[in-house]
């Protein structure tokens, strides 16, 4: 299996710029999770979704984000217009629901974010 | 979600064991304890989980006291691989919710 693929890897915009960040959750993965990484706030659970549908967003900073999935295999992050604070590793993760053992969360490599 | 205590920052010489602690005297009946770590430029990963009984597996060993509030990560030979930041975290089974809330973690360095 691949695993969490995220695109891209690296980006850099311009303050005002909309950015969409990528995510491929693993095959059969049932939640899927987008975090935010900063030094100063740690790693911040933005959203996390269960079979398609957002469960909760009360992590996303504000509406200037916003998440889809708009089927199983694949979601985004949007951020509209994006600013400097936002600059951030962005990390999806996914999971397969608990069916009595338990199951990880799968982390993918990351989005590297810059916003100047 | 019930708070977890961990020390920022160990040392352990390679080819020694690190015992890594958290502190969790809040934790409730239902709440698991996992540990994930987290390599450099790399996302997190899953290292092992528990809920009572002290548990084993090919990459750690978790140690949980008696009365729960505190448990302990093993690795039994440090490598270079293992220097990363550990996160110690607690997720309440009964609740149905698969959220990880992620403190400041631990970072491991591992001298050669």
């Known amino acids: 299996d691949a695993g969490v693929i995220q695109s891209p890897r690296h980006e850099v915009t311009e303050m005002g710029q909309e950015v969409t960040l990528r995510c491929k959750p693993i095959?059969?993965?049932?939640?899927l999770f987008w975090y935010r990484q900063t030094m100063m706030r740690g790693l911040e659970l933005l959203i996390y979704f269960n079979n398609n549908v957002p469960i909760d967003d009360s992590g996303m900073p504000e509406d200037r984000f916003s998440a889809k999935m708009p089927n199983a295999s694949f979601s985004t992050l949007k951020i509209q217009p994006s600013e400097p604070r936002d600059s951030a590793v962005y990390f999806c993760a996914s999971r397969r629901r608990e069916t009595g053992s338990y199951n990880e969360q799968f982390f993918g490599p990351g989005t590297r974010l810059t916003v100047l | 979600d019930a708070k977890t205590t961990q020390p920022n920052s160990m040392e352990s010489n390679e080819e020694e064991p690190v015992h890594l602690p958290c502190n969790h005297s809040?934790?409730?009946?239902?709440?698991?304890i996992h540990w994930y770590r987290q390599l450099p430029s790399q996302g997190p990963e899953y290292v092992i989980h528990g809920l009572t009984s002290n548990v084993n597996n090919r990459m750690a060993s978790l140690a949980i006291a008696e009365d729960r509030k505190s448990s302990t990560l093993i690795l039994h030979r440090a490598t270079l691989r293992d220097a990363a930041v550990y996160y110690c975290i607690l997720r309440d089974s009964g609740a149905g919710s698969y959220q990880l809330t992620f403190g400041k973690g631990t970072k491991l360095s591992v001298i050669p």
């Open positions: 095959s059969g993965h049932d939640y």
């Open positions: 809040t934790i409730s009946g239902t709440d698991y």
